[in-house]
């Protein structure tokens, strides 16, 4: 899952500022962690100690009222009785990569990724964004077969994957929604020789960098395996130590090799 933090935090000067481009500095110095970041936290922290995801989306969620939350996601975060809201949103893909890292069955993973989604993005695209995006880091991480996981995800999810990031760029456009997102965010990663060329696929779409950057990110890390080094030093640098901490627990017990 640092995969995904780390495309979030890489991703997040461009989230605004849309490029074009693969050549841009990696993290720049005004990089920071968003709501992508905290909710994968969230997530992890649940599958790590057995609350529910509601209860730790929440809690994590309230400590960083200022990580970037759509408008409808904090009137949920800070209601006295949050039920979901029919999203469509991308908010549920984003956060959703540790339960591809955690199951080990691809039902156990589609469950799981249905219950991350629909405390708040109970709407059927955002479930499936979801779903799409857990499963994609499961197949990563077991079958190592970009072409299998190609094959899935459009058998599945009826995503229209037989695209090429070169094709989608000169048009493409901000986008929030899962069904907008979670397709470009998988052919990045399919594009992609390394991690990092993943990032920089999903980036240069010139989209809703951070987001698009956090789901490609941690496909891109089932694949092609730990991290290097220099980027996760500089994930630690700007995580606050809470979020570092179950990051790293996550890490150590679900994804170091």
Sequence with gaps: MIGAIAGDIIGSVYEHFPVKTKDFPLFDTRCCFTDDSVLTVAVADSILTGRSYLESVREIGRRYPGAGYG??????????????????????????????????????????????????????????????????????????????????????????????????????????????????????????QSYEDAIRNAISLGGDSDTLACITGGIAEAFYGTIPSHIQTKVKDILTPDLWDTTENFCRKYTEK
């Design 71 to 192: 408008g409808s996601f904090i009137r949920w975060l800070h209601s006295h009785d949050p039920q979901p809201y029919n999203s469509w949103g991308n908010g549920s893909a984003m956060r959703v990569s540790p339960v591809g890292f955690a199951f080990n069955t691809e039902v156990d993973v589609l469950d799981q990724a249905e219950k991350t989604a629909e405390i708040s993005h109970n709407h059927p695209e955002g479930i499936k964004g979801a779903q799409a995006t857990a499963l994609a880091v499961f197949l990563a991480r077991t079958t190592r077969d970009k072409e299998e996981i190609r094959r899935q995800i459009i058998q599945r999810f009826r995503y229209d994957l037989d695209r090429k990031v070169d094709d989608i760029r000169p048009t493409y456009q901000f986008d929030i929604s899962c069904q907008g997102t979670v397709p470009e965010a998988i052919i990045a990663f399919l594009d992609s």
